[in-house]
Structures are given as C-alpha cells and as structure tokens.
C-alpha cells in the first residue's frame, strides 16, 4: 500500500488482524527483513511493516531525514490506519527511530524493543566516521553498499550467509545516493534516548548481538543498569533477523504476549 506524507509517497504492508504491531527496518534495508518474522506474528496480531525515507519504496523527503522526520512520518502512517496503540519493533536506525517516536508520542506505545540497536547518540569518533561515510557514498554509493553489508554480520557469519549478504546487498543496491545520505546525515544528529529507559510506563526489551560489530556490548549493557529493560542476548552479529533467526522470533513473540 501507499500513503501520501507530505507530497512523498510511503509505501507499507499490512498483516493480520488483532493488536497492532509496527516494525521498522534499518539503515539499508527494507520492509522485506521483516518477511520470516511477520509470517508468525500475524498469526494473532495486525502487523505493519512501513519502508522508511529514502528506501524501499518510499521516496526521499529532503537532505537530511531526522529520526523525528521518520517518527513523524510512522505517526502519519498509523494516524492514516486509525491506529491508536502499538507495539513498536525496531532493528538498528529503526530502533533510533523507534526511540524518537516514543520520546514524541508515549501515550501511543504499548511496548518498545530495540532489536541491534541504541539509546546513545553517536560520539564524536562515530560522526567523524559517518561523514567519512558520507564522502564514500558521494564517491560511488555502490561501492559503498557492497563493502557495509557482509560487516554488520560477525566474522564467521560473512561466509554462512553468503546468500543472504548477497540478497540483502542487491536490495540496498536499489537505495539511491540522496536516500543514502540523508539517513545517515539523521543519524549523525540522533539525540540522547537513554532517559526513556528509566521512565517509560511500557515494557521495553533490547535485543543485542555479543559479537554485533557495529555497537558496543558494554555500552548496551550500561545503559540498561537500574532499569526495567529486558536485555535478550545472542551470539552473533548485528543482523539478528538473519544470523539468530529462529531466537528472535520466539524472543519478540514472547515480548508481544507480555505486552
């Protein structure tokens, strides 16, 4: 389906009947990431899987999109459905996205997983290297794509799923230079979440990957001190939905039941 946001045509999917749940992919990815998992959620729930700004096949919405551009634009969405109360499920930039969401509409949000991703913003080191990235992709987006991919899986995964890398890449392929760009431009910029771990009134469960190489084990853990967050904990890398497949599904489905 497709909405109109603002002149930008959104597109999304919708799943199943019952208590809604929305799912938000990250940063190079897609709606599709969500396929394995939205088979066995929408068996008792409506599930809305929505392609964020710049990718899939949702249209850019200027030079840089914020995590409250792309929260603005959920909202829009779910607004768009009648939807009232939801579950929200994010991987990586969908969980930034996730967090500004909750930060803006909390009276909406019936529970918040964070799957492979962080409350932190980025530090000073990590925005260097975002607009290192920025000037890659400006050089040859492709390029870029091909080389960021197989590095969000850990080690030994790179050769496992070589398959999967290959499918997930030939997606981002599709992603233009500008919708590139302007993720991470918002990403760069991401503010402070963490505050929503010690005082949100819904159940939150963070999702990390030991050997994720694109965040720190520590700091995922830090953040989660003194807080109600249900910490869930793999083996592997960032990619979850694909390196711990069957855990996740029986993870989130567990973490919907409790909400």
Not at 238 to 253: G, R, W
Request: hydrophobic residues 40%; glycine residues 6%; aromatic residues 6%.
């Amino acid at each position: 389906m497709n909405f109109l946001y603002k002149n930008t045509s959104v597109h999304f999917t919708i799943s199943g009947k019952g208590s809604a749940i929305v799912l938000l992919h990250g940063f190079l990815e897609n709606n599709t990431m969500w396929n394995e998992i939205t088979k066995v959620l929408s068996k008792r729930n409506k599930v809305i899987c929505i392609d964020l700004l710049g990718h899939g096949k949702t249209e850019n919405h200027g030079y840089i999109h914020t995590m409250e551009d792309q929260a603005e634009m959920v909202k829009a969405v779910l607004n768009h459905l009648h939807l009232r109360k939801y579950i929200i499920i994010g991987h990586s930039m969908g969980g930034y996205i996730a967090l500004a969401y909750s930060k803006l509409f909390p009276q909406n949000i019936k529970g918040l997983c964070l799957m492979n991703s962080t409350a932190l913003p980025d530090s000073e080191e990590k925005k260097i290297n975002r607009d290192r990235a920025i000037l890659a992709v400006k050089q040859n987006h492709k390029t870029f794509v091909r080389i960021a991919i197989p590095m969000l899986f850990s080690e030994k995964n790179r050769t496992i799923f070589t398959s999967e890398i290959k499918q997930i890449t030939n997606e981002a392929l599709q992603i233009s230079t500008q919708g590139i760009i302007a993720s991470l431009e918002g990403m760069k910029i991401r503010k402070d979440h963490t505050s929503i771990y010690k005082n949100a009134n819904f159940p939150i469960q963070m999702i990390i990957g030991k050997q994720d190489p694109a965040l720190d084990y520590l700091s995922l853990i830090n953040q989660t001190k003194n807080t109600n967050v249900k910490v869930i904990e793999f083996p592997d890398g960032h990619m979850s939905h694909v390196e711990n497949k069957d855990e996740l599904i029986n993870a989130l489905t567990m973490f919907v039941k409790l909400c």
